[in-house]
T-cell receptor
Framework: AQSVTQLDSQVPVFEEAPVELRCNYSSSVSVYLFWYVQYPNQGLQLLLKYLSGSTLVKGINGFEAEFNKSQTSFHLRKPSVHISDTAEYFCAVSGSSSNYQLIWGAGTKLIIKP | DGGITQSPKYLFRKEGQNVTLSCEQNLNHDAMYWYRQDPGQGLRLIYYSQIVNDFQKGDIAEGYSVSREKKESFPLTVTSAQKNPTAFYLC??????????????FGPGTRLTVL
């Protein structure tokens, strides 16, 4: 069965510093990869998604992610974080082995230190 | 404004009671989903529906029931058979034009607490 691992449950960073949130998925023939963000006590919002083509995907709010097939990773990055980026970030994958339903990681809380 | 609404925002239930969570969308989406979110566990799929009058069980359907009588509505009932219902419940929808690549749009959630 397909699975998604977010290696860090919390990531503290100083404001204006760069950040990387890690996501690894179990290998599959073809996968589609997503990053969603959840602000406190709210629903989720799509940040970006990889379907095919260029392995570097740009999303909203200055975030980007790189699909690495050989390492089965889809890490999320931002060069300079702001206090407003405080949220929980979820990686998700879908594909034929999950009957095209989303399989979710456990989430990573991004904590911005002033 | 197009979007997904969930009500109520907070819900308290006594043990042994059934409760129904509302989910309405005006995005004209074919597919709708219910997820349960617990701390440190990500989202788990309860039920999903790809068309009116049809729905499928997700990974944790036991103790829950749904209906899809209208395209825009997908209510979830948490029955007394659900042993640990205290959680944050999220409803989502997607257009199904591309299958698994469609973006899911989420409502603001309902936090259910069993007293």
């Amino acid at each position: 069965a397909q699975s998604v691992t977010q290696l860090d449950s919390q990531v503290p960073v100083f404001e204006e510093a760069p950040v990387e949130l890690r996501c690894n998925y179990s290998s599959s023939v073809s996968v589609y990869l997503f990053w969603y963000v959840q602000y406190p006590n709210q629903g989720l919002q799509l940040l970006l998604k990889y379907l095919s083509g260029s392995t570097l995907v740009k999303g909203i709010n200055g975030f980007e992610a790189e699909f690495n097939k050989s390492q089965t990773s889809f890490h999320l990055r931002k060069p300079s974080v702001h206090i407003s980026d405080t949220a929980e970030y979820f990686c998700a994958v879908s594909g034929s082995s999950s009957n095209y339903q989303l399989i979710w990681g456990a989430g990573t809380k991004l904590i911005i230190k002033p | 404004d197009g979007g997904i609404t969930q009500s109520p925002k907070y819900l308290f239930r006594k043990e042994g009671q059934n409760v129904t969570l509302s989910c309405e969308q005006n995005l004209n989406h074919d597919a709708m989903y219910w997820y349960r979110q617990d701390p440190g566990q990500g989202l788990r799929l309860i039920y999903y529906s790809q068309i009116v009058n049809d729905f499928q069980k997700g990974d944790i359907a036991e103790g829950y029931s749904v209906s899809r009588e209208k395209k825009e509505s997908f209510p979830l009932t948490v029955t007394s058979a659900q042993k640990n219902p205290t959680a944050f419940y999220l409803c989502a929808s997607s257009s199904m034009t591309s299958g698994s690549t469609d973006t899911q749009y989420f409502g603001p959630g309902t936090r259910l607490t069993v007293l």
